[in-house]
């Protein structure tokens, strides 16, 4: 194979895994799966595009995407949409899921997306149907998408003795991680802690779904936070959301994210399901449920955006094109200058997902990468500066440049 050559390229300060120095654009030659030099453009002409890691997307549903024409939007209302979605999952065969779960991985897939983890509901003790499905795309899709599932479990339900050990057994068996919703829900922090030590028994990861919703009382976040410092660093753990911590006074929130990041707890905000689910459907919304990204960014914690729901209950538009979640992300959460904030699709989630690359460039590293035609943070947000040319393991797989 002959080698791949991008030229002129800008590289995000955050993505590069050299020292840039002073250089503004540079060359970056591949050689078989692997970059093999990051040099600085002779010259230093006008960039030519964007370059970052593939994207990882650290939150979606793919048993649930694809059936809002059946169960209806549930516009602004998360616990509707919820009862409405366990309705449908009755009439969830492995065949329709897998249908769906294809559809999914082939837009990711051709937006540049290496990595994949997905939430799949699991509201009884024993395994849903899409855990087979999931089980079988993953092995098909080993050298395309690296795929994760988390088992999505009521709290309480999780938090049941015999329950929570034999969901555990399961998802440790497949190689997964272990997950819940919790919101408000009563003796909080003793589920949790049984929540906690199951994982820990286990040696399984977690990953939750917290505090969605803008009751300033929701604090499941710092519960789990100050049970991640307890179990140490061994324990890894996820929250998704956490929209309430946007609500609470700026003191509370604060002593909130300096437990998430003494607990190197990651931090993933769904601008997309957010924004549609929470604040007001009878006039004008002016509480968001964005959670406080660039507050978390002070504190040190560097938070994900992700793509979460796709045409559901729960968000009835969207697809899996994490440059367009990443580009909603910027401009509700003010996260400016974009170039600055691409690590919330790249670094950010490679780490919370524990993948072996963490996404930063440099000689060496793996040749999966997506080059962006934007050639400034500005272009990053419109359609032209979004045409892409995907390239995995030093291919070209597609360009739209
Ligand atoms: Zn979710």
Same mark, same amino acid.
């Given at each position: 194979?002959t080698a791949v050559?991008?030229e002129?390229?800008?590289?995000?300060?955050?993505l590069c895994?050299?020292?840039p120095?002073?250089?503004?654009?540079?060359?970056v030659v591949?050689?078989g799966a692997?970059v093999?030099s990051?040099?600085?453009t002779?010259?230093?002409?006008?960039a030519?595009g964007?370059l970052?890691?593939?994207?990882?997307?650290?939150?979606?549903?793919?048993?649930?995407?694809?059936t809002v024409?059946?169960v209806?939007?549930?516009?602004?209302?998360?616990?509707?949409a919820i009862?409405?979605?366990d309705?449908?999952r009755?009439?969830?065969t492995a065949e329709s899921?897998r249908a769906?779960m @294809?559809? !999914?991985l082939?837009e990711? %897939?051709h937006?540049?997306t290496?990595?994949?983890?997905t939430h799949l509901?699991?509201?009884t003790?024993?395994?849903p149907?899409?855990?087979?499905?999931f089980?079988a795309?993953?092995a098909e899709w080993?050298?395309? +998408?690296?795929l994760?599932?988390v088992?999505?479990t009521?709290? $309480?339900?999780?938090?049941?003795?015999?329950a929570? @050990?034999?969901i555990?057994?399961?998802?440790?068996?497949?190689g997964?991680?272990?997950?819940?919703?919790?919101?408000r829900n009563?003796e909080?922090? !003793?589920k949790?802690?049984?929540?906690?030590?199951?994982?820990?028994r286990?040696?399984?990861?977690?990953?939750?779904h917290? $505090?969605e919703?803008?009751?300033?009382e929701?604090?499941?976040?710092?519960?789990?936070a100050?049970?991640? +410092?307890?179990?140490?660093p061994?324990?890894?753990?996820?929250c998704?959301?956490a929209c309430?911590?946007a609500?609470?006074?700026?003191a509370a !929130?604060?002593?909130?994210?300096?437990?998430?990041?003494?607990? /190197?707890?990651?931090?993933?905000?769904l601008p997309t399901?957010?924004?549609?689910?929470q604040?007001? %459907?009878?006039?004008?919304?002016?509480?968001?449920?964005?959670?406080?990204i660039?507050e978390?960014?002070?504190h040190?914690?560097r938070?994900?955006?992700?793509?979460?729901?796709?045409?559901d209950?729960f968000?009835?538009y969207g697809?899996?094109?994490?440059i367009?979640?990443?580009?909603? /992300?910027?401009?509700?959460?003010?996260?400016?200058p974009?170039f600055?904030?691409? $690590?919330?699709?790249?670094?950010?989630?490679?780490?919370a997902? /524990?993948?072996?690359?963490?996404g930063r460039i440099?000689?060496?590293c793996?040749?999966?990468?997506l080059?962006?035609?934007a050639? $400034?943070?500005y @272009?990053?947000l419109d359609?032209r /500066?979004?045409r892409?040319?995907v390239?995995?393991?030093?291919?070209?797989?597609e360009?739209?440049r």
């Open positions: 194979m050559r991008l002129a390229v800008r590289i995000p300060p955050r895994g050299f020292d120095g002073e250089a503004r654009v540079f060359d591949l050689d692997r093999a990051v040099t600085p002779p010259g230093q002409p006008p030519r964007t970052i890691s593939a994207p990882v997307d650290a939150h979606v549903h793919l048993d649930k995407n694809y024409q059946e209806g939007a549930a516009q602004g209302d998360l616990f509707t009862r409405r979605m309705a449908h009755a009439s969830w899921l769906r @294809e559809r !999914a082939h990711a %897939w937006s540049g290496r990595a994949l983890r509901d699991w509201v003790p024993e395994a149907v899409a855990l087979g499905v089980e795309l993953r080993q050298d395309r +998408i690296a994760q599932f088992s999505l009521p709290l $309480d339900v999780l938090a049941d003795p015999a929570g @050990e034999r555990a057994q399961d998802v440790k068996r497949a997964g991680v272990l997950g819940a919703f919790v919101y009563a909080l922090a !003793a949790l802690g049984r929540v906690f030590e199951l994982a820990a286990h040696g399984l990861a977690l990953d939750f917290v $505090d919703g803008l009751d300033v929701a604090t499941g976040l710092r519960s789990i100050a049970l991640a +410092i307890r179990h140490g061994g324990l890894p753990v996820v998704g959301h309430s911590l609500m609470q006074a700026d !929130a604060a002593h909130t994210l300096a437990l998430c990041a003494g607990a /190197g707890l990651h931090l993933i905000a399901t957010n924004l549609y689910l604040g007001a %459907w009878d006039r004008t919304p002016v509480a968001r449920g964005i959670t406080r660039r978390a960014a002070a040190g914690v938070a994900s955006l992700a793509t979460d729901n796709v045409q209950a968000y009835p697809g899996y094109d994490l367009e979640t990443f580009g909603l /992300g910027v401009q509700v959460a003010h996260l400016a974009a600055d904030w691409l $690590d919330t699709v790249t670094l950010n989630p490679a780490r997902l /524990g993948l072996a690359w963490d440099a000689a060496g793996p040749a999966d990468l080059l962006l035609a050639t $400034d943070e @272009e990053l359609p /500066g979004r892409r040319t390239i995995r393991a030093g291919r070209i797989l360009s739209t």
